[in-house]
């Protein structure tokens, strides 16, 4: 069985997301309004073959502690669904 | 005196580091490719030099973090030997959890490339023995995340327990907003870790060790982890 992992990475709140501030000014200066705060993350899809949720699910986590979120700075959450 | 320079893929200070270290210190200086496992008998000092590696992907210095020399470099300070990371090489220490926080864009979203001055905020290191405290010294700086941050009461304790040996200040000393190129918090441009072996700084003192380049401040660091190594003998 396939499974497919969509994991969203963002900056925890209280670190300075400088690239969602410069993004966020440009979106006034073009007229947006009652923009409150703005934030940039990361998106990482993959594509798993592993025959079962649990051990897709548990492959997910471990990516995700051992490089892909710095978990000073960062968090994440994902989707897993079967492909 | 050993010493080695890790060169990761996109590496591109590290010929300056190994010029510097064969000019100032006496012994032998050695490149070492990432994929090593192992570091050269008895390494007293290992830097991790400046660049690009693995072209900043993910997150700076987040894949050299993972390179299998970094196994090797970790039980070396683990035996309390020295380590250097300059500029990319504090990142990889970072994200090594071998020095604590973490760097993040500059606040003026700029990759910022010019001389400033940092401040020795204690001699009481095997990087700044030879200094003198809070002397002034004029280091280029080439980043574009060099923001030094950590959670507000981790930084109490580095500041408690005298981990912060660098902090950016004007030509006087003085420590100011404007000073503070990067937005770093506490104007913090070197730390070590507890134990004082392990120091990571954004300034390149490799690039201030050559008259010729415009200034010799850095050459105080290379005779001090010398001195220190003569004095304390090899661990």
Known sequence: ?83 | MRSAVVIFPGSNCDQDVLRALREHTRGVVEPVWHANENLPKDTDLVVLPGGFSYGDYLRPGAMAARSPIMKAVKEHAARGRYVLGICNGFQVLTEAHLLPGALLPNKSLSFICRPCHVRVETTGSPFTSRYSRHKVLQFPIAHHEGLYFLPDKELEELEKNGQIIFRYVDSRGALSEESNPNGSKDNIAGIANAERNVLGLMPHPERASDPALGGIDGIGMWHSIQSWIEEKGRK
């Not at chain 1, 992992?5 to 979106?27: C, N, R």
């Not at chain 1, 703005?38 to 949720?53: A, F, K, T, Y």
């Not at chain 1, 979120?69 to 994902?78: C, F, G, K, P, Q």
């Open chain 1, 1 to 83: 069985m396939s499974f497919h992992a969509e994991i969203i990475i963002t900056l925890k709140e209280g670190v300075l997301d400088t690239a969602g501030k410069a993004v966020s000014l440009s979106l006034r200066h073009l007229g947006h309004q009652g923009i409150r705060e703005l934030r940039i993350g990361r998106v990482v899809h993959v594509n798993l073959d592993i025959p079962e949720e649990k051990a897709a699910r548990a492959t997910v986590e471990t990516m995700c502690s051992d490089l892909l979120v710095n978990d000073l700075i960062e968090e994440y959450r994902y989707t897993l669904e079967k492909i």
